[in-house]
């Protein structure tokens, strides 16, 4: 069985492809391995505009079942998708100029989606609201949060430092653990001190990384770094607020109503996000 090196030499072979008449010399080209699903991905990207992309045959020409999945991605955006099979064996396609707004639509959309798209964070979030409080006290936590996640996010994303996802992924799920020991902690006592900012500040610098993870799936082009980076934070930050508003006015107005309700709301959710988190800590772990 091939390493992933020897794996990604091997592919880049046969893969008889040629940008702008010339074999690319790919920058940091990625493998991905999805034996789940049968599936090589194989990326490369480069630093300038290409003109003209040809993929001359598919990676396994010999076996007429063999398909090869071509995606071309410009400016973050999906300009073209091919399917290479014996019918279809070759591709010659050029490339086009996408704006950036278009940009910033498709990576807004995409933060939007990776918040909705993983349950951690989104149970984070509920995390730090579900003891209520002030309003002051609202926003300083969902604030603090989205400054240390742009942080990282940045930091990540624009190759400064990104941690292994093998790291990061358990940390997110400890977060999660965390904020639930904390509300149980302070769960029917008056304490004087709010530290739910500190912990969505803390927590928050890891959420971004992992934030970066979600980005580098797509792709981060470099003709519009910066619309790109900030769309997918807008992205994030609409999903965030999104689900604060649909949850922190019901839970202000059940704790006013029904305190002694709101009280068990809060003892059984925390419970059950911590339950959560401890069991994707673990899966993460071991999957790593």
Same mark, same amino acid.
């Given at each position: 069985?091939?390493?992933?090196?020897?794996?990604?030499?091997?592919?880049?072979?046969?893969?008889?492809?040629? #940008?702008?008449?010339?074999?690319?010399?790919?920058?940091?080209?990625?493998?991905?391995?999805?034996?789940?699903?049968?599936?090589?991905?194989?990326?490369?990207?480069?630093?300038?505009?290409?003109?003209?992309?040809?993929?001359?045959?598919?990676?396994?020409?010999?076996?007429?079942?063999?398909?090869?999945?071509?995606?071309?991605?410009?400016?973050?955006?999906?300009?073209?998708?091919?399917?290479?099979?014996?019918?279809?064996?070759?591709?010659?396609?050029?490339?086009?100029?996408?704006?950036?707004?278009?940009?910033? $639509?498709?990576?807004?959309?995409?933060?939007?989606?990776?918040?909705?798209?993983?349950?951690?964070?989104?149970?984070?979030?509920?995390?730090?609201?579900?003891?209520?409080?002030?309003?002051?006290?609202?926003?300083?936590?969902?604030?603090? &949060?989205? @400054?240390? /996640?742009? #942080?990282?996010?940045?930091?990540?994303?624009?190759? #400064?430092?990104?941690?292994?996802? /093998?790291?990061?992924?358990?940390?997110? %799920?400890?977060? @999660?653990?965390?904020?639930? +020991?904390?509300?149980?902690?302070?769960?029917?006592?008056?304490?004087?001190?709010?530290?739910?900012?500190?912990?969505?500040?803390?927590?928050?610098?890891? /959420?971004?990384?992992?934030?970066?993870?979600?980005? %580098?799936?797509?792709?981060?082009?470099?003709?519009?770094? $910066?619309?790109?980076?900030?769309?997918?934070?807008? $992205?994030?930050?609409?999903?965030?607020?999104?689900?604060?508003?649909?949850?922190?006015?019901?839970?202000?107005?059940?704790?006013?109503?029904?305190?002694? #309700?709101?009280?068990?709301?809060?003892?059984?959710?925390?419970? &059950?996000? $911590?339950?959560?988190?401890? &069991?994707? &800590? +673990?899966?993460?772990?071991?999957?790593?």
């Amino acid at each position: 069985m091939m390493n992933p090196t020897e794996l990604g030499s091997a592919l880049k072979n046969r893969l008889h492809l040629q #940008i702008d008449s010339a074999i690319p010399d790919f920058i940091q080209p990625n493998l991905i391995l999805d034996p789940a699903n049968d599936l090589i991905i194989w990326q490369g990207r480069l630093n300038h505009a290409v003109r003209m992309c040809d993929v001359e045959s598919r990676i396994y020409p010999e076996d007429a079942a063999s398909r090869t999945v071509v995606t071309m991605i410009r400016d973050g955006v999906v300009f073209q998708e091919s399917l290479l099979d014996s019918s279809h064996p070759d591709l010659k396609s050029d490339s086009r100029h996408v704006s950036k707004l278009v940009v910033a $639509g498709t990576y807004i959309r995409e933060g939007i989606l990776h918040i909705f798209g993983g349950p951690d964070h989104i149970l984070f979030v509920l995390g730090l609201l579900l003891l209520g409080g002030t309003l002051k006290s609202l926003i300083k936590t969902v604030t603090a &949060f989205t @400054i240390a /996640h742009s #942080i990282t996010l940045t930091i990540a994303a624009t190759g #400064i430092w990104n941690p292994s996802p /093998h790291i990061v992924e358990p940390l997110i %799920a400890l977060s @999660i653990v965390a904020i639930a +020991i904390e509300n149980l902690r302070r769960s029917g006592r008056v304490v004087k001190r709010d530290l739910r900012p500190l912990f969505a500040f803390g927590f928050g610098l890891i /959420h971004g990384f992992g934030f970066a993870g979600a980005l %580098a799936e797509v792709g981060l082009p470099r003709e519009a770094m $910066g619309v790109a980076l900030a769309s997918f934070n807008i $992205g994030v930050e609409l999903g965030q607020v999104t689900i604060v508003l649909a949850a922190a006015p019901s839970l202000a107005l059940l704790a006013i109503k029904r305190p002694v #309700i709101n009280s068990r709301l809060v003892f059984a959710g925390s419970a &059950f996000i $911590g339950i959560c988190g401890a &069991f994707w &800590f +673990i899966t993460r772990v071991i999957a790593s």
